[in-house]
């Protein structure tokens, strides 16, 4: 409607303009008159004058509001009254266009005020820096931890700590690394991750620094209380009885003449001595089994085909599947995926995983065991194992990995306590989830 209106005011005073021309001329070469072309010529000049004036003001408009955006001044207000309906309406159409933008602009404000918060409050330590290495953002979280008010070139980190540096330059991006640095001869370790990224056709890299040092002495507080229960009750499991049996054949045996023992406390004497030398074997196998567990296995890495050896294990375990009448269902998405791994270690694990889902499926109605190999990322690879079976009570699912502790009646509670720390050595995880009735599922990623 605007732009409607605008062409009709100029077509209007156009024509106008020819009008008084074609008069003009009509009038100077047909007449002798002198007042009627002097007033004719001057309606022509001010007619002139008013377009250039309507077509200014039109444009000074517009400037004036493009300029409002173009500056991010959204505080100017057009006023149309008194310059006719047409400019009311132009007038009226900025403002909205204003007013949109003021909304835009208090949302951005909003936005950036929200984040300025959040990154002066959190607790990680946040660094930004360009792909020339200068340095666009650092919290106060990370000024703290690397005790620096100041870093203007992440080269300034090498100062710092050199691994430090040479962590947060070479990491592949999206990828996390726990490392021990020096931070003015206190030592510190440090979870590290970064994740590159383009912003207005810059490279960035935004690198995450947390210290998990207070975090990592809490839970290898809590592990070793954790352990040392274990071991406490299985310690005592043996020697418990071996006391009291001790105790009770030494005062059997207080007697001058043994020959005068009767039958029953002779036979009560061989009955103790053998519960005596059976836990004292049993115990000694738990101290050796715990030597076994405490020592960290050499790796031997090589290329391992995981679908390969899937397949291959599944076929080892076939008869234990069949005689159990267990399901199994196999979902490998490609024939080639392929980890760098110790493939006997590994193989053990993944043994160790099926033979205890085999074991909870006894006695379970239509028992199931699926087992799931994908590529999670560019270098990832995640395996599941999964069951149909029992599950794991919530109150117990955080200990299944404590050394030694099991459920099973002949288990000797280390093959998930070795499953992860074999894991680890690769550089890998372990977890479990378990739906008490439904299900348990072990989750391994490289």
């Known amino acids: 409607m605007n732009l409607k209106n605008f062409r009709l005011n100029i077509l209007i005073r156009v024509l106008l ?3 008084l021309t074609l008069g003009l001329a009509f009038v100077l070469v047909s007449t002798e008159w002198f007042f009627t072309p002097l007033v004719i010529a001057i309606l022509l000049l001010i007619t002139v004058i008013n377009l250039i004036y309507y077509a200014e003001r039109m444009n000074s408009e517009l400037t004036h509001f493009l300029l409002s955006i173009k500056q991010s001044g959204f505080t100017n207000i ?85 691994l430090l540096y040479r962590v947060i330059t070479e990491l592949p991006s999206g990828d996390r690394q726990v490392i021990k640095v020096f931070i003015k001869d206190e030592m510190v370790q440090l979870s590290v991750q970064v994740k590159d990224f383009i912003l207005q056709e810059k490279n960035f890299r935004l690198v995450l620094l947390q210290n998990i040092h207070i975090e990592l002495d ?15 009750h299985e310690i005592m499991n043996s020697v418990t009885p071996i006391a009291s049996l001790s105790t009770a054949v030494n005062q059997i045996l207080q007697v001058d003449d043994l020959e005068a023992l009767s039958d029953e406390d002779k036979h009560d004497v061989v009955i103790s001595l053998q519960t005596i030398e059976n836990r004292s074997k049993g115990l000694l196998r738990f101290v050796h089994a715990y030597k076994d567990f405490a020592k960290t296995p050499e790796l031997k890495i090589s290329d391992v085909n995981i679908t390969a050896m899937i397949e291959r294990l599944t076929l080892l375990l076939r008869p234990d599947l069949d005689r159990a009448g267990i ?6 998405k490609s024939k080639e995926l392929k980890v760098r791994a110790d493939h006997e270690l590994l193989e053990q ?43 794991i009570p919530k109150e117990l699912i955080d200990r299944v990995f404590i050394p030694f502790y099991t459920t099973k009646k002949k288990g ?33 990623e490289f």
Not at 130 to 144: F, H, Q, R, S, Y
Not at 327 to 332: E, H, I, M, R, V
Not at 358 to 364: G, N, R, S
């Open 17 to 19: 303009m020819m009008a």
């Open 78 to 162: 057009f006023k149309g009254t008194g310059k006719g309906a047409n400019q009311a309406e132009l007038s009226k159409a900025f403002n909205e266009v204003i007013e949109e933008f003021q909304k835009i602009s208090i949302e951005k404000e909003s936005q950036y005020q929200y984040l300025r918060t959040l990154n002066e409050n959190i607790g990680v330590s946040i660094i930004s820096f360009t792909v020339d290495g200068n340095i666009e953002l650092m919290n106060p979280a990370a000024k703290t931890l690397l005790k620096k008010p100041y870093l203007k070139h992440i080269n300034d980190v090498v100062a710092i700590d050199p």
């Open 218 to 232: 809490q839970k290898e507080v809590e592990a070793w209380q954790k352990l040392i229960s274990v071991l406490t």
């Open 327 to 332: 399901t199994l269902n196999l979902g490998l």
């Open 349 to 391: 694990v993944l043994i160790n995983l099926l033979k205890n889902a085999i074991e909870v499926l006894e006695d379970q109605e239509a028992p199931e065991i699926s087992i799931s190999a994908r590529r999670t990322g560019a270098r990832k690879v995640a395996i599941t194992i999964e069951d149909n079976g029992p599950g």
């Open 412 to 444: 000797t509670g280390i093959g998930l306590s070795f499953a992860r720390q074999i894991m680890k050595l690769h550089n890998g995880s372990i977890t479990v989830q378990s739906d008490p009735g439904k299900g348990t599922a072990f989750h391994l």
